[in-house]
């Protein structure tokens, strides 16, 4: 298999991107393996059209954006029937007559691009029809020139409705006329009808514009991959303007093993140091969420010491309670955005209560009867929807709970405690300090144990020891290891981290540590074991195969393969390594921070 056929189904770290990803450094990308691979599969069988429109639902800051458009960059290099169409709604006011010419230019450029194998052309000028036309005209594809003309004509005469609608059945229409497959992912669905206006000084809004793709989305040629960012607000949209023409798949935080690759992962990128132990702290006190990993690594806080509990819990206490906090600067939004919609002291009570509950959901009578609230059950229904419309309580039928996160409720008592100041000077640290005291009683108890953290940490040291020292130390840093070849040295690496298999890819497997030169040199392929066990001929011939795969999937002339076990190895396992020319140590000085 070349290479280029490998990339297609490729590990996020080195592949390609057309479509420039909000993330920055695509290495940054971690996690959602489960989802991703859904959303293949689900992009797949638009091919045989029977994937039906699906909706992701999320709050803010939860990997969303970044996922759909991974997902268009891995269809994009595939070219293979699917022609992905990404297109993000401002939040901001936008005149019908300017959106609808914008939403159709980013779907043709993005076509053309496709088509062409030029992806210069997804970043082309958005606002020129003309210029369009000319393109379709130099790249031979004059099939797109009629629908470039119909939408000039309905611009220039003021036909917005239909102007709208030659512009929303684009991508179908388009891919009719081929037999081709497009999937349209529009992310901020929910703004539809709340920024789009049918006059030009944008004073009339369109508030039922999302209604329009009733019949549209049943489309199996084109189907949407709708998202929004406030949950409530979409779900409400869908269900009434849109009932029953979407699935929703709902993004949970990440889970624990992808939030620990995470941890470990932003500490080397962001070279930010961590432990063991503070990493352990992380991924179990943010419980998997993205956006709360990334805001500790990257605090605006003074001194970001993440080595230390007291550190790691300074850190904590300014992301969510100080006024530069990005986490809390992310909640706030959405409680602002509530109590505009539901005013008073009642609305305050019902969420400190709810978050004070999270872990049940509670009926409008415990509600009424404990917080003593003198309205009609209808009034506090319609309140305690707007609550949730707002994403800060959540509702399950005829029944409601607070968010279930530890932070949002100190994130809500640091604005709205009776005595704010005492909150935030004592009584938020109390409470941290007691969660940092109760995971670090459960880190001890599986210290030498939960080999999963002693793995990775070992993983993670032992990288960021090719990534800095060791072309600096060569001499030191080769006599730490065994059977290396003799011209050997260690080089400077532009990419150092593991390699897992890409999305679908069965048998699934993962290296260690892949450490690629920036000159020609040897790229170190590595396996890691960090326990007390001694690493077997059996373990020995399995990392060879994956490592003898990955050489021939990513085309790697010159590989050096060395694994490290801490635990040592059995005399045959030596026997083998030095059979197949693999490298090895059992050196704990790999593991000196």
């Not at 229409?173 to 049918?198: G, H, P, S, T």
């Not at 000084?201 to 329009?212: D, E, F, M, T, V």
Request: glycine share 4%; with cysteine.
């Amino acid at each position: 298999m070349l290479v280029a056929e490998y990339l297609e189904r490729l590990e996020h770290r080195t592949m390609k991107i057309y479509l420039k990803e909000k993330i920055g450094d695509p290495e940054l990308f971690t996690g959602r393996r489960e989802e991703l691979a859904s959303l293949l599969r689900w992009t797949d069988r638009i091919k045989r059209e029977i994937s039906l429109s699906t909706a992701i639902l999320s709050r803010r800051k939860t990997g969303k954006t970044v996922l759909l458009q991974r997902l268009y960059n891995i269809t994009f290099h595939k070219n293979d029937m699917v022609i992905p169409f990404y297109f993000e709604i401002r939040e901001t006011d936008q005149w019908l007559s300017d959106f609808s010419v914008e939403f159709f230019l980013t779907f043709l450029y993005q076509y053309i691009a496709f088509k062409t194998r030029k992806c210069e052309y997804i970043t082309y000028s958005k606002d020129n029809l003309d210029r369009a036309l000319q393109t379709v005209k130099k790249e031979k594809l004059c099939y797109l020139e009629d629908i470039i003309e119909d939408i000039a004509y309905s611009r220039k005469h003021g036909h917005l409705d239909n102007l709208w609608n030659l512009a929303k059945e684009a991508p179908r229409i388009v891919a009719q006329y081929n037999d081709e497959r497009v999937v349209q992912i529009i992310d901020e669905f929910q703004y539809l009808n709340k920024y789009i206006f049918r006059d030009q000084a944008c004073q009339n809004p369109i508030k039922n514009l999302a209604g329009s793709y009733l019949h549209t989305c049943e489309y199996k040629n084109a189907p949407l991959l709708v998202s929004g960012s406030w949950v409530g607000w979409l779900m409400n949209d869908l269900i009434t303007m849109l009932p029953g023409r979407f699935l929703k798949l709902i993004m949970k935080n990440i889970p624990e093993d992808e939030a620990i690759d995470m941890v470990f992962k932003y500490s080397l990128i962001d070279d930010v140091p961590i432990t063991e132990e503070t990493a352990f702290l992380i991924a179990r006190l943010t419980e998997g969420n993205p956006f709360y990993i990334s805001a500790l690594f990257r605090s605006r806080i003074s001194h970001n010491d993440l080595t230390t509990q007291a550190g790691l819990m300074n850190t904590f206490e300014f992301e969510t309670l100080h006024q530069e906090g990005q986490i809390r600067d992310a909640w706030l939004e959405y409680i602002t955005s509530a109590f505009q919609r539901v005013n008073g002291q009642t609305a305050i009570d019902i969420v400190h209560y709810l978050s004070k509950h999270r872990h049940r959901y509670v009926s409008r009578k415990e509600l009424k009867d404990n917080l003593n609230i003198d309205m009609t059950a209808a009034e506090l229904e319609r309140k305690l929807e707007a609550l949730a419309y707002s994403d800060i309580i959540d509702q399950n039928k005829s029944r409601y709970c607070g968010v279930q996160d530890n932070i949002f409720d100190k994130v809500f008592r640091s604005k709205y405690s009776d005595d704010i100041e005492k909150f935030v000077i004592k009584e938020a640290p109390s409470e941290y300090r007691a969660l940092f005291e109760d995971m670090q009683k459960r880190y001890k108890k599986l210290s030498g144990k939960y080999s999963r953290y002693k793995g990775a940490f070992a993983e993670f040291i032992i990288c960021s020891h090719l990534r800095d020292n060791a072309y600096l130390n060569n001499n030191r840093f080769k006599s730490m290891i065994q059977n290396m070849p003799a011209d050997f040295q260690f080089t400077e690496y532009g990419q150092v981290g593991s390699l897992i298999s890409p999305p679908l890819q069965k048998p699934e497997f993962q290296i260690d540590i892949l450490a690629r030169p920036r000159e020609p040199s040897y790229t170190f392929i590595g396996e890691v074991k960090n326990r007390k066990a001694k690493f077997s001929v059996k373990e020995a011939s399995d990392f060879l195969a994956k490592a003898e795969k990955v050489q021939e999937l990513e085309q790697i002339r010159q590989a050096v393969l060395c694994v490290f076990s801490f635990g040592g190895f059995y005399k045959n396992t030596i026997a083998f390594f030095q059979n197949h020319n693999i490298a090895y140590s059992d050196d704990s000085r790999w593991l000196a921070q």
